[in-house]
Structure formats: C-alpha cells, structure tokens
C-alpha cells in the first residue's frame, strides 16, 4: 500500500492550500485516514481524521473552523483543504491510513504513511 501527498506549497498568511492524499490500495474505503503535521524540531502532531464512510471526523483543536477534511473513496483520496492559514502552520504534512476505521489522534494508531508534502505559510 503506497499513499502519495501532494498539494503543498508557500503561501501567504490568510491563504488557502488544498492538500491531496491517493491510496493504491483497493481497500482504502475500509479504513479511517487521517492528517498529521510535522513542524522543524517538533513532534508530528495530528491534523484531522475522518472515518471510512465520513460520519465521523476530528480535527486538532489548532485548526478547527480553518481546515476541512474530506474524502472520496472512488478516487482513493482523502483531502485536507486548508483556509485562513498562519505562519504557525508551517510543517510537512502527511496523510496516514489508521490501523482500522476508529478515529484516532496518536500517530500510533496509523500503519501506512504517506511521504509528506510541505506547507510554508509566510507573514
């Protein structure tokens, strides 16, 4: 199973970034993908999640009302649509798929990584 982000870029403070995440796995529908970020000399920290059918989503309370996951299991891909953004969310970002199709927040939980894609938001 192989996940590929892309979508990262600079950008300035109060802009948007749509980030993309395509699983090659044809199970992708039957589990929980999340979101996670990465910040230089941080700990990867958790983003978003949402569950296999999308009735249950969880957002860090950081980016709550500014950032909106989604996904559409025909295309594989889990999205995190990024608005209203700061300086303070400068990371690289990855998408993961969870262990099963329970939301969780710790990095734990998720088995398959994708490479990360980064997101520099300037002042």
């Known amino acids: 199973v192989q996940l590929q982000a892309s979508g990262g870029g600079l950008v300035q403070a109060g802009g948007s970034l749509r980030l993309s995440c395509e699983s090659s796995?044809?199970?992708?529908?039957?589990?929980?993908m999340g979101w996670f970020r990465q910040a230089p000399g941080k700990e990867r920290e958790f983003v978003a999640a949402?569950?296999?059918?999308?009735?249950?989503?969880s957002y860090a309370d950081s980016v709550k009302g500014r950032f909106t996951i989604s996904r559409d299991n025909a295309k594989n891909t889990v999205y995190l649509q990024m608005d209203s953004l700061k300086p303070e969310d400068t990371a690289v970002y990855y998408c993961?798929?969870?262990?099963?199709?329970?939301?969780?927040?710790?990095?734990?939980?998720?088995?398959?990584w994708g490479q990360g894609t980064l997101v520099t938001v300037s002042s």
């Open positions: 993961a798929r969870s262990r099963n199709n329970a939301i969780k927040q710790s990095p734990g939980y998720y088995d398959v």
């Open positions: 796995a044809r199970t992708f529908s039957s589990y929980c």
């Open positions: 949402i569950n296999r059918n999308r009735f249950d989503i």
